[in-house]
C-alpha cells in the first residue's frame, strides 16, 4: 500500500510521547513494504523547543537512531492532491490543526482512499469543546487508544466510526540490554504534567525514594522550579530530556521504574496505560504502578507489574523487588512476555489492517 501519515513530529519526542508509538508504526509498515511518508508541519512546537534546548545535534541522534524513518516538513502552501496522489491509505492525528484536518476531510470526498483519524489524548473527556472543532464528516472512521475514547465518539456522534486501537512497544527499540552495567536503583521517565499528578509524584515516587535511601533519577521536560527543588531535596537526579531511543538503556542501568499515571487517566479514561508502561514491561525492567483500571485487560495486575494503593504499599513492593532478585527477575520476564504475545507495533499494524480491509 502507499499510506500518507500527518503527524505532529515524527522527529521530535520532546513533550510528545505520540512520537513513540507513531515511530513503531510507521517503522512496522515499512518492514511489511508498505510505502509510508510522513508529513509534519514545519512549526511543530515539539521540534522548536527540541531545537532551543539540544540543538540540530539532538534531530541528528534520531535519524542515526532511526535510519529509515524520514519526514516531509511542510508550509502553508501545502499540496494535498499532490502528496495524496494514488494514495490508499491517510492515517491523521488529533494533534494536527483544525484547518489541516478538515481539508484533508474535503479532499476526501472526492478521491478515493481510506482516510482514519487518530486520537491519542484525554481531550475527548476532559476538553470536549477541542474534539468539535475537527471535521471528521469525510472521514471512514476514527482509531481511538482506548475504549471510552471510541466510545465517545461513537455517542456524540464526531464520526462514522470508531475503533479501539490502544498504544503499543516498538520491540525493536525497546527490549532489555542485559550488558549495560546497574547504576541505581529506581529510575522514572515522564514529564511533569501540568499539575496533573504533582502530589500522586510526590507520595509515589519521591517519597518512597527518601524512605528506602534510594539511588535514583529521574528524566524529562517541563519541571518547574519547585519540582526541581523537591527532586533535589530527596537525593534524586534530575536528568532532563532523555531521547526516547535512549530510554532502554537508562532502563538497564537501574533496578525498577514506577508508573505514575496522570489525572485524567485515572478519573476519566478507564483501560489506558500511558505508552511509557508498555515500553518498560517491553525493556524487561520490574514495574510498580500506582492505581489505574485496567477495564480492558490489557495486563495482568500482580504477574506483569505491581499496583500499589498508597506510597507505603509502594515502598514496601519496592523493597520486595530490589532485595529478591527471582522475584525481580520473574516479574520482568512475565512483563515483557505480555508485551510481546499482545502489545507489539506488529499487533497493532496487523489491526490497522484489518479495519482498512473491512473500510475496502
Not at 43 to 66: C, K, P, T
Not at 263 to 283: K, N, Q, S
Not at 296 to 323: K, P
Request: glycine share 6%; aromatic share 10%; net charge negative.
Amino acid at each position: 500500500m502507499k499510506i500518507a501519515c500527518f503527524y505532529h513530529s515524527l522527529i521530535s519526542d520532546w513533550n510528545h510521547g505520540n512520537a513513540h508509538f507513531l515511530r513503531g508504526v510507521v517503522a512496522e509498515l515499512l518492514s511489511r513494504g508498505h510505502e509510508v511518508r510522513v508529513y509534519e508541519p514545519r512549526d511543530a512546537w515539539s521540534v522548536d523547543n527540541l531545537l532551543r534546548d539540544h540543538g540540530e545535534q539532538a534531530i541528528a541522534a534520531f535519524h542515526a537512531a532511526y535510519p529509515d524513518l524520514r519526514s516531509d516538513r511542510y508550509g502553508p502552501d501545502l499540496d494535498l492532491d499532490r502528496v495524496l496522489d494514488d494514495v490508499d491509505l491517510v492515517l491523521v492525528h488529533e494533534w494536527n490543526e483544525p484547518e489541516l484536518v478538515a481539508r484533508i476531510g474535503e479532499h476526501h470526498a472526492t478521491h478515493r482512499y481510506v482516510l482514519l483519524f487518530h486520537d491519542t489524548h484525554h481531550r475527548s473527556v476532559t476538553a470536549p469543546d477541542e474534539i468539535e472543532r475537527y471535521d471528521l464528516s469525510h472521514y471512514d472512521g476514527v482509531l481511538a487508544f482506548g475504549g471510552v475514547i471510541r466510545d465517545l465518539y461513537r455517542e456524540r456522534g464526531w464520526a462514522p466510526r470508531a475503533w479501539t486501537w490502544h498504544e503499543a512497544a516498538d520491540v525493536r527499540t525497546f527490549k532489555p540490554l542485559p550488558d549495560i552495567a546497574r547504576e541505581g536503583d529506581l529510575v522514572w521517565v515522564g514529564n511533569w504534567g501540568d499539575g496533573e499528578r504533582s502530589t500522586e509524584l510526590q507520595e509515589m515516587l519521591i517519597a518512597p525514594v527518601v524512605a528506602l535511601k534510594l539511588r535514583a533519577r529521574v528524566h524529562g521536560v517541563r519541571y518547574p522550579e519547585e519540582a526541581r527543588d523537591a527532586l533535589a531535596g530527596a537525593g534524586i537526579t534530575y536528568a532532563g530530556w532523555l531521547p526516547n531511543f535512549d530510554v532502554p538503556a537508562v532502563f538497564a542501568r537501574y533496578a525498577v521504574t514506577v508508573h505514575v499515571p496522570r489525572r485524567p487517566y485515572v478519573d476519566a479514561l478507564p483501560g489506558i496505560p500511558t505508552i511509557r508502561m508498555f515500553e518498560a514491561l517491553a525493556c524487561g525492567i520490574p514495574l510498580v504502578s500506582s492505581p489505574w483500571h485496567d477495564t480492558e485487560g490489557l495486563f495482568a495486575a500482580g504477574e506483569d507489574y505491581l499496583v500499589a494503593r498508597d506510597g507505603d504499599e509502594l515502598r514496601c513492593f519496592l523493597r520486595a523487588i530490589l532485595c529478591d532478585r527471582d522475584f525481580a527477575a520473574d516479574l520482568a520476564n512475565h512483563g515483557r512476555d505480555t508485551i510481546l504475545a499482545r502489545h507489539t507495533c506488529a499487533h497493532r499494524v496487523d489491526a490497522l489492517l484489518d479495519i482498512v480491509k473491512e473500510l475496502s
